[in-house]
């Protein structure tokens, strides 16, 4: 059974750093590209990070570019997200994905992320 | 950046209805369209990838069509469970942008 359980939420003030985390169970993890998607309370979903099978390509929107790094440890079957200069509009439920085909066709369950003082 | 327009903002549909939700692409995407649902409080299922196969698990009532830059999805015989969001996704070029959704309500 897939399964992808990300950690690392939580409160952070503007400007600070956080850094989420996804381990990956169930399939062959260095086998696939990788996405974190965003959902800011009440509202839809944004893609904010992809990462190719080796690590060595990634892709950002300019929302994020600069200051969110998407990685990976095959190894450990785990997918990161380094968000650094936090802002208020970072807000949101982020979501771990499997991409196939480019469509993300296993989800975690989410993890909450507030940027408040 | 790629824009998805997608349509209507929400719906009210009674069971066993035929339900459509289209997107329109602002450019050619060829197939790289998905279809998710969202149901309240959890995370988004992949319904349909490639504009029209059918992921797996997936009740064959829910179908997905193409014709140029617009993408459908039809869902031919609703149901309770069916009841959420719907969202469509172009993974054709960066920024893999969503439509703002659909909100599929019992009437």
């Known amino acids: 059974e897939v399964q992808l359980v990300e950690s690392g939420g939580g409160l952070v003030q503007p400007g600070r750093s956080l850094k989420l985390s996804c381990a990956a169970s169930?399939?062959?993890?260095?086998?696939?590209?990788m996405a974190w998607v965003r959902q800011a309370p009440k509202k839809g979903l944004e893609w904010v990070a992809t990462i190719s099978t080796s690590g060595s390509r990634t892709y950002y929107p300019d929302s994020v570019k600069g200051r969110f790094t998407i990685s990976r440890d095959n190894a450990k079957s785990s997918l990161y997200l380094q968000m650094n200069s936090l802002k208020s509009e970072d807000t949101a439920t982020y979501y771990c994905a499997r991409t196939l085909l480019g469509a993300l066709d296993y989800w975690g369950q989410g993890v909450m992320v507030t940027v408040s003082s | 950046d790629i824009q998805m327009t997608q349509s209507p903002a929400s719906l009210s549909a009674s069971l066993e209805e035929i339900v459509t939700i289209t997107c329109q692409a602002s450019q050619d995407i060829g197939n790289w369209l998905a279809w998710y649902q969202q149901k309240p409080g959890k995370s988004p299922q992949l319904l349909i990838y490639?504009?029209?196969s059918l992921a797996d698990g997936v009740p064959s009532r829910f179908s997905g069509s193409r014709s140029g830059t617009q993408y459908s999805l039809k869902i031919s015989r609703l149901q309770v469970e069916d009841i959420g969001i719907y969202y469509c996704q172009q993974a054709s070029s960066a920024p893999y942008t969503f439509g703002a959704g659909t909100k599929l309500e019992l009437k």
């Open positions: 169930g399939f062959t993890f260095s086998n696939y590209y």
């Open positions: 490639g504009a029209t």
